[in-house]
């Protein structure tokens, strides 16, 4: 099995940063995308960053309504994906997810999500 492990959230005010790590471990070959989801009371979880491995690179897409402010990026040696968050607003706060989506020793997929760490953007 292969389990995520996520740091970094935590209480800051609006205008602030804070920086998300998740690191996978297990039975890892490789990992082909990484990403982050995030969840507010009472709305559906949604897409706020992923970076696709690519032979020619990484591929990055970001929400718009993060787009400019949030950084993703990626330490394959280490398996971790990290979330820069800056200019922080009120309506970042939420429970922010890892995902990963890659395969395992022995051939099999495998698609974890991590535990999930509360961000929360308040004055």
């Known amino acids: 099995q292969v389990q995520l492990v996520e740091s970094g959230g935590g209480l800051v005010q609006p205008g602030g940063s804070l920086r998300l790590s998740c690191a996978a471990s297990?039975?890892?070959?490789?990992?082909?995308?990484m990403g982050w989801y995030r969840q507010a009371p009472g709305k559906q979880r949604e897409s706020v960053a992923d970076?696709?491995?690519?032979?020619?690179?990484?591929?990055?897409t970001y929400a718009g309504s993060v787009k400019g402010r949030f950084t993703i990026s990626r330490d394959n040696a280490k398996n971790t994906v990290y979330l820069q968050m800056n200019s922080l607003k009120s309506e970042d706060t939420a429970v922010y997810y890892c995902?990963?989506?890659?395969?395992?020793?022995?051939?099999?997929?495998?698609?974890?999500w991590g535990q999930g760490t509360q961000v929360t953007v308040s004055s």
């Open positions: 970076t696709i491995r690519g032979s020619g690179g990484s591929i990055i």
């Open positions: 995902n990963m989506v890659g395969l395992q020793i022995g051939g099999f997929n495998f698609d974890s």
């Open positions: 297990g039975s890892i070959l490789s990992i082909n995308t």
